[in-house]
């Protein structure tokens, strides 16, 4: 629990300092910490920064990562448009440090907008970004991280990486080592 709260404190001083929104999310616990125990023993909140589509953008650009859209847009509420909106920082962070470690180049091909499945670690909620292929990136991820069945991956942070046939769908628990 204590990594919770710490992990809140520094993901609302990361919002302040890039300005970034909050959304929060509730997470279910049922464990009891002696040290740390929150009025209601049953949930804690938690906080992630989300970025603008223009936040997430500009880092991207500034990492040497590309983005498109089938249908050159970036409206959330379209699918055939890649938007960034409501993204988590996290998540491009992770971004930022798979193209850092990697070496290779990067294309985003789907982010936040609709069209996607759903679920708490979703597209939508800002956790999961999708790559174009490249021979490079295919054999860095199947390399350099863990099997783990059905043309997944993990990686030593324990994000995932599905290979999808045309893209790869990955989903940031967190930022890879950021």
């Known amino acids: 629990m ?7 404190l520094i993901i609302s001083a990361a919002a302040l300092i890039f300005g970034a929104g909050i959304a929060q999310a509730s997470v279910q616990t049922k464990e009891s910490d002696p040290v740390f125990s929150p009025a209601n023993a049953e949930s804690v ?13 500009t880092r991207l650009r500034n ?8 249908g050159n847009c970036s409206d959330r509420d379209n699918p055939s448009c890649t938007s960034l909106e409501q993204v988590n920082l996290a998540t491009i962070q992770g971004a930022e440090t798979l193209k850092s470690a990697s070496g ?12 996607h499945a759903s679920g708490e670690f979703s597209h939508w909620n800002g956790y999961k970004l999708d790559y174009g292929l490249n021979t490079c990136i295919n054999n860095y991820v199947r390399n350099t991280f863990t099997p783990i069945g059905g043309d997944k991956w993990q990686s030593g ?11 790869w769908d990955v989903t940031y628990y967190n930022c890879g080592g950021c």
Request: charged share 10%; proline share 0%.
């Open 104 to 115: 290779c180049s990067l294309n985003v091909t789907g982010g936040t907008e609709v069209g």
């Open 63 to 70: 990492a040497g990562i590309t983005w498109s859209s089938s």
């Open 45 to 57: 909140t938690i906080q992630v920064t989300k970025l603008t589509h223009a936040q997430a953008t």
């Open 2 to 8: 204590r990594h919770i709260l710490g992990r809140s």
């Open 157 to 167: 942070s324990g994000n995932i990486y599905y290979y999808e046939q045309n893209h």
